[in-house]
């Protein structure tokens, strides 16, 4: 009953937020103001920069005030933001040159000093932000900047408007642009320089910016429901045409329900999970348009490989499951079925890929060689809000018992999810993950190849190897290097995944410039306009 009288508080302050009203029933909105609503389906864990991590609904969300040096446009090419140029000559030293024209709200320059400050900041000893690997950079040990330092070999200024970094060892340039730069977002050193380090994570600044560098200041938040913001009109990208945003952040089952009254405007597919059970309701909805993003979304599966030591065990659960039947049944044909990380959206896909087929005969016969006798339950964590992953863990539950093995399923919010699914002590767990299709390289790093990662610190010295080569190959090696990689995460197996989806976007036909791509969806959000 709490959680029923805390949900509908909050869904009454959403609509509150998102219509002007002074009450959930009374409608006082001002007749010459534009309002878009974004709907989402994942919870936010912070809106404060200094903690990014991988997850899109945080990125997004955090990257309307603070831009990043370059973002991802919907084609996985480049869109430069911040930064004017990105070179490098040695694949070591690269120079990043801003655009003159970029500035803050309060109409001071975006400098080198601003994107050094917050690499430094983020790497400090006491933000210390893991979900990046700063040790790459020179100056940095163990991936911390040093405490109180304004520059370092590895990142420093030259000039007002030019900040050169400083590798360790080779990184390939389309890593560095990706993985790096395209994540974190800029903070400005004008403004927050006198903050103490240990006090920017839990700064009031972050909550309620006062100068951003994006189209949007944001308001008010709640990480469970909602986030609301309105334009800069300062910006120095063009003024939005939206004067107020709002991301509402609702159930998958209530995602139909909010197209239909106009509730909700555009759901992006990197965001919003709607149900397949909605999925053709909504693609009949009148004043809408549908759009399946390639299947380059991963229900990643992640396996502690200190839990559950043999790799026979670990095919065994790959073999036991009809995963080809989940992507029929639940997700209406809209994915696809394959093994490692390879999907075939990516320029490294080999179409004559195997693929490990459902067999439960296959799997109690590992299980036997591996002298499993059933009496372990493996722990399984889903998120509560991917109504479809919970279907399949429940199908999984069935066809893993038959093959003789028990699994516990416990079905948490998507913070929780991601702070257990980093403690070490979860047995296996699903999440909606994206590997950008043309660079694997860091994405892989931290999942497969780096101690305290997602599969118990697995590692495998020929994986090492061939990662470190994709940073120095050429292109025409690639392709084989990441068949390699592919056959090893298929034979031991630390991840694997459920299903490759093709995540569903909407827009409202009142929207004009407004498309639910999966990159880059917000990229223009300036130039959003309502009919």
């Known amino acids: 009953m709490k959680h029923l009288v805390r949900k509908a508080v909050a869904l009454c302050l959403a609509i509150t937020l998102a219509f002007g009203m002074t009450a959930c ?16 389906t994942d919870s936010l864990g912070f ?30 090419s480049t869109d430069y933001c911040l930064a004017e140029s990105i070179t490098t000559e040695d694949n070591i030293n690269f120079t990043v040159k801003l655009r003159d024209d970029a500035k803050w709200s309060d109409g001071e320059p975006i400098t080198a000093q601003d994107v050094v400050f917050t690499f430094l900041k983020m790497s400090s000893p006491e933000v210390a932000n893991y979900n990046f690997d700063f040790s790459v950079f020179q100056g940095m040990e163990e991936g911390l900047s040093p405490s109180g330092a304004t520059e370092i070999a590895g990142i420093e200024a030259s000039g007002e408007k030019t900040v050169i970094f400083r590798t360790e060892w080779p990184i390939a340039l389309n890593t560095f642009i990706n993985n790096l730069l395209t994540w974190i977002c800029i903070i400005p050193e004008h403004v927050l320089k006198d903050v103490a ?9 972050f909550s309620k910016p006062t100068v951003v560098s994006g189209p949007y200041f944001m308001d008010s938040y709640d990480l469970e429901h909602f986030v609301s913001f309105h334009a800069n009109e300062n910006y120095f990208g063009g003024a939005p045409k939206i004067d107020k945003l709002n991301l509402r952040i609702v159930q998958p089952s209530e995602i139909l329900a ?20 909605d999925r053709e309701a909504v693609e009949k909805l009148e004043g809408v348009k549908s759009v399946y993003a390639a299947p380059i979304t991963n229900e990643m599966t992640f ?36 093994d490692g990380f390879l999907c ?27 002298g499993w006798d059933g009496s372990q339950a493996i722990e399984y964590y889903v998120s509560s809000n991917d109504d479809t992953v919970i279907k399949a863990a429940q199908i999984m539950k069935v066809q893993l018992e038959e093959a003789g093995i028990t699994i516990n399923i416990h079905t948490v919010d998507f913070a929780t999810l991601m702070d257990v699914g980093g403690s070490g002590e979860v047995d296996m767990f699903s999440v909606q993950y994206t590997i950008t299709p043309n660079d694997y390289y860091s994405d892989l790093q931290g999942l497969i190849d780096m101690e ?5 610190s697995y590692y495998n010295e020929e994986v090492h190897n061939l990662l470190l080569e994709t940073q120095v190959a050429d292109e025409s090696e690639l392709k084989g290097i990441y068949a390699r990689l592919d056959a090893i995460m298929t034979e031991e197996v630390p991840v694997f995944p459920l299903y490759f989806m093709s995540n569903l976007g909407v827009v409202s036909d009142r929207l004009v410039n407004a498309e639910p791509s999966f990159y880059g969806p917000l990229n223009n959000v300036q130039n959003w306009e309502v009919k």
């Not at 029933?25 to 989402?40: C, F, M, P, R, S």
């Not at 909010?258 to 059970?277: Q, R, S």
């Open 25 to 40: 029933g009374e409608k006082k909105q001002e007749e010459t103001e534009t309002i878009v609503n974004i709907g989402a």
């Open 47 to 76: 809106v404060n920069p200094l903690l990014m991590d991988w997850t899109f609904s945080n990125y997004y969300t955090i990257s309307q005030m603070f831009l990043p040096l370059v973002r991802m446009n919907p084609d996985f």
């Open 197 to 205: 380090s240990a006090d920017l994570p839990t700064s009031e600044f």
């Open 258 to 277: 909010g197209l239909k009254n106009g509730e909700i405007d555009i759901v992006l597919p990197a965001m919003g999970n709607i149900t397949t059970e």
């Open 303 to 338: 396996i502690n490989t200190q839990k559950i030591t043999d790799p026979r065990v670990r095919q065994a659960i790959v073999y036991a499951i009809d995963r080809e039947a989940l992507v029929r049944d639940l997700l209406k044909g809209h994915g696809e079925v394959t």
């Open 344 to 370: 075939s959206a990516s320029p490294y896909f080999s179409e004559d890929k195997a693929v490990t087929p459902y067999d439960p005969a296959k799997a109690k016969e590992l299980l036997a060689e591996a």
């Open 452 to 456: 305290g990662s997602w599969t118990g």
